[in-house]
């Protein structure tokens, strides 16, 4: 009996790479670019914005997305850490965005931990520069 292979032409062949390399540049774009974490320069002792952008897939209800933000500053007396919870607001197709006040207490390096209800932590990090 002779075994029959499954044949393509060359267009389903183009159209199958064509919807898989779409589909691996959404994921890239949604996963690895579209979320963050991240604050603008700082200066001992003045206010700045923490901003971060997440997205939580086919959330049931996106008016109740929750989340804990955790600074972890390390400076050279030791290390302090400060978390805040809060609520996300929708912007539209499963993203949510965050903004939050913070004022550095003393020079370092402080990092961020952004962590949805039920998802993973999203990393950033920045200076708090001396005042000068």
């Known amino acids: ?11 389903s062949l183009m159209a199958a790479v064509v919807v898989i390399c779409l589909g691996l540049g ?8 579209g979320q963050y974490v991240e604050a603008e320069p700082a200066v001992v002792g003045q206010p700045i914005k923490i901003r971060g ?9 996106p008016e109740d997305c929750w989340y804990a933000l955790n600074a972890i500053h390390k400076t050279k007396s030791g290390i302090s850490s400060t978390t805040k919870y809060g ?12 903004e939050h006040e913070y004022i550095p207490d003393c020079a370092g390096e402080v990092t961020l931990r952004l962590t949805p209800s039920g998802g993973s932590p999203i990393r950033g990090s920045f200076v708090v520069r001396g005042a000068e």
């Open 53 to 61: 952008r997440f997205f939580r897939f086919l959330e049931l209800d």
């Open 1 to 11: 009996m002779a075994r029959r292979w499954y044949q393509f032409s060359l267009k």
């Open 26 to 33: 959404g994921w890239h774009l949604l996963w690895t670019k």
């Open 87 to 98: 609520h996300a607001p929708h912007i539209g197709y499963w993203t949510f965005e965050i």
